[in-house]
C-alpha cells in the first residue's frame, strides 16, 4: 500500500468561530472516525467541539488484522498479538505514519502551524499517535493516548534515545478495570516516555474497563485548550 494512493475518509467537526488550530482524534481497532464521533457525543451528551480548533476523525484503512485471525478490520497497523511483549508490526506502523503526516501537512498548507496541531486516539489510535509525533512529528503542540500502550520493545523508545531539542508533551488516560490493554502496560508505556525525555500527564479513573468515561473526556478537554489556546486566551498571555 503505497501512501500516496491513500486518502483517508474523515469526519470533521468545523469550529464554530475563525479556525486557529487542529486537532486529528484516531479511533480504536474496527471503528471509524464517524463512530468515535458518535461515541465522544454520547459520552459527553454533545460533540466535542471547539470556538477555533478543527475536530478531525480519520477513518483507518480496511486491512487484514491478525489478532483477528486476518479478519478484515479497521486498524492503523497489524499487530503479532495484543501483547506487551512482542515485536511492533512495523511495516504496516510506518506505512500509516506516512499517510497521517500527509494529514497534517494538508493541515499545515491551509494555514495552520505545527505548534496549533494535537494528534492523539484511543487505544490503538492512541499507539499510532505516540509513533506519528515522537517518530516523524516532534513539532507538533502535544499528543494524547487514552487506553494505550507501546510494546516494550517499540520503536517509538528507539527514536527518543536518538531525539534532542523539545518533544510534545503527552496527556495519557487509563481505566484501572481495562480487561483489554492493562492498567500497568499504560502505566509502563507512560514511565519509559518520561525517562527518556517525554514531560507526561498520567490519569487513572477507577473501575472504568477499555471505554471512554465523561470525567476523562472533560479533562481531556482541558488539555486540549492549555495546549491550543483561543485569540482571546493568548491575548490574556
Known sequence: MASGSVRLRRCVVSPAGRHSASLIFLHGSGDTGQG???WIKQ???????????????????????TPMSGGLSNVWFDRFKISIDCPEHLESIDVMCQVLADLIDGEVKSGIKNNRILIGGFSMGGCMAMHLAYRNHQDVAGVFALSSFLNKTSAVYQALQKADGVLPELFQCHGTADELVPYSWGEETNSVLRSLGVSTQFHSFPGVHHDLSKAELEKLTSWILNKLPGDMERQNE
Do not use: G
Open 36 to 38: 468515535l464521533r458518535t
Open 43 to 65: 459520552v459527553l451528551t454533545q460533540d466535542l467541539a471547539f470556538q477555533h480548533i478543527k475536530v478531525i476523525y480519520p477513518t483507518a484503512p480496511f486491512r487484514p488484522y
